[in-house]
C-alpha cells in the first residue's frame, strides 16, 4: 500500500522524514476467539511542521487511529497489523516506559472528554506542574509560571488564581481549556488533537487556533487535527484525509479537497456542512453508517452512494495520484460507468 502522503518512488524527489507516519494500520475488538475489524489499513504521514485535518462521521476510526498511536487502545482493543512511526521509530513495538517518556513531551494527545481525562481530586496547576516536572528538570516554581502562562494563552481568566481549582469548579469548555493547555505545555514534536475546540465559544476557538499555528511555526510542531468542524479544518489544516466504515477515502490539499472533491462521500460531508440561505434545504449524506464486523465485501460507501455500479463489488484501493489519494472507482468529476 502506498502510503498517502508520501513522494512516490520515481519522484526523483527526496521526502523529509515524516514526523509522525501510519503504515497500514488495522485495529480490532477482541471479543471471545474473534476480532472484530473496526480500523483497517489506514496509513497516513505528517510531515514536520504540517497540520492534516482527519474528518468523518462519528465511528468511522479517527479517535482509535490516535489513540493506537500512542498506545492508548481501550481494553480489548488491539492494533493486529501495521505500524505508527515516530521520527522513524514504532510506537507500536516500543516499550511502555520509553513510550511514556515520549508521550507528553515529544507527543501529545488532546483528548474528547476532559472531564476523565483529568484527576478530579487533585488541583488544576499540580496536575500540569506535575507533568511539566516528570519530563523537565525545572524547580516547582518555574513550572507554575510556565503552568500559568499556557493557561492564560488558551483563555483562562485569572489564570494564577484558576491553578487552585479542582475540575468540578470548571465549566465543560474551560475544562476543555485546561486539557489543551496541558497538552501543550512541554512544546511537544507532534499533536494530536480529537474534537478539540467543540465545547469552545467562536472566540477562544479561534485563539486556540492561533496559539497551534504559532507553536507550528516556532517548534515545526505537527498535528492531527481531528475534528467534525469542517470550517476549523478549511481554516487550520495543510491537508484534509477523510475516512468512513474504519477506512481511508479520501486525502487532498485543503483547498483542493474543499473546492473540488473526488469521492461522493466526501462531496457529501462537506455539503453537509455548508452554511445555506434561509429557505435552501440542508445538505446531507442519505441513510447510515454500516456497523463494524457487518462492512459489505466491496465498497463501504456503496449502498449510501448514487453512483454505484457492478464495479463497486469489489473492494477499491487507495491510490495515490499525484498529492493526493482516493479510494473510489467512480470519482466525481468522471462519468460513472453504466
Known amino acids: 500500500m502506498v502510503i498517502a502522503g508520501a513522494e512516490p518512488a520515481d519522484s526523483g524527489v527526496r521526502a523529509p522524514v515524516p514526523a509522525l507516519e501510519i503504515s497500514d494500520l488495522s485495529i480490532s475488538l477482541r471479543t ?13 504521514s505528517v510531515g514536520p511542521g504540517e497540520i492534516v485535518g482527519l474528518v468523518g462521521e462519528s465511528g468511522s476510526g479517527k479517535s482509535l487511529t490516535a489513540l493506537a498511536s500512542i498506545g492508548l487502545l481501550p481494553h480489548g482493543v488491539e492494533v493486529r497489523s501495521g505500524d505508527v512511526r515516530f521520527a522513524g521509530e514504532s510506537l507500536v513495538k516500543m516499550d511502555r516506559k520509553r513510550l511514556r517518556s515520549l508521550c507528553g513531551s515529544s507527543i501529545s494527545m488532546i483528548f474528547q472528554d476532559p472531564l476523565s481525562s483529568l484527576d478530579p481530586c487533585a488541583r488544576i496547576g499540580n496536575q500540569i506542574v506535575e507533568t511539566i516536572r516528570a519530563h523537565q528538570q525545572v524547580s516547582v516554581a518555574e513550572a507554575r509560571r510556565t503552568a500559568v502562562e499556557l493557561l492564560d494563552r488558551v483563555g483562562i481568566p485569572r489564570a494564577k488564581e484558576r491553578m487552585r481549582s479542582y475540575p468540578y469548579e470548571f465549566s465543560g469548555g474551560m475544562r476543555q481549556r485546561v486539557m489543551i493547555a496541558a497538552a501543550l505545555v512541554l512544546r511537544p514534536r507532534v499533536l494530536l488533537a480529537d474534537e478539540p475546540t467543540t465545547a469552545l465559544d467562536v472566540t477562544t476557538q479561534a485563539g486556540i487556533m492561533k496559539l497551534v499555528q504559532e507553536l507550528r511555526s516556532e517548534l515545526q510542531m ?12 478549511g481554516r487550520l489544516a495543510d491537508r484534509v484525509a477523510v475516512m468512513y466504515a474504519g477506512e481511508m477515502v479520501e486525502l487532498a490539499p485543503t483547498e483542493e479537497l474543499f473546492k473540488a472533491p473526488r469521492h461522493p462521500y466526501t462531496a457529501g460531508l462537506i455539503r453537509s456542512g ?65
Open 274 to 338: 455548508t452554511r445555506l440561505s434561509y429557505g435552501q434545504p440542508f445538505g446531507f449524506v442519505p441513510g447510515t453508517v454500516t456497523e463494524p464486523g457487518h462492512w459489505p465485501q466491496g465498497c463501504r460507501f456503496a449502498p449510501r452512494c448514487d453512483r454505484a455500479s457492478e464495479a463497486c463489488a469489489a473492494h477499491p484501493a487507495l491510490e495515490l495520484r499525484g498529492q493526493s489519494a482516493l479510494r473510489c472507482v467512480h470519482p466525481l468529476g468522471e462519468e460513472p460507468a453504466p
Open 32 to 44: 471471545g476467539t474473534t476480532d472484530k475489524p473496526l480500523v483497517t489499513d489506514v496509513s497516513l
Open 222 to 233: 505537527s498535528v492531527i487535527w481531528i475534528s467534525h468542524d469542517l470550517g476549523v479544518v
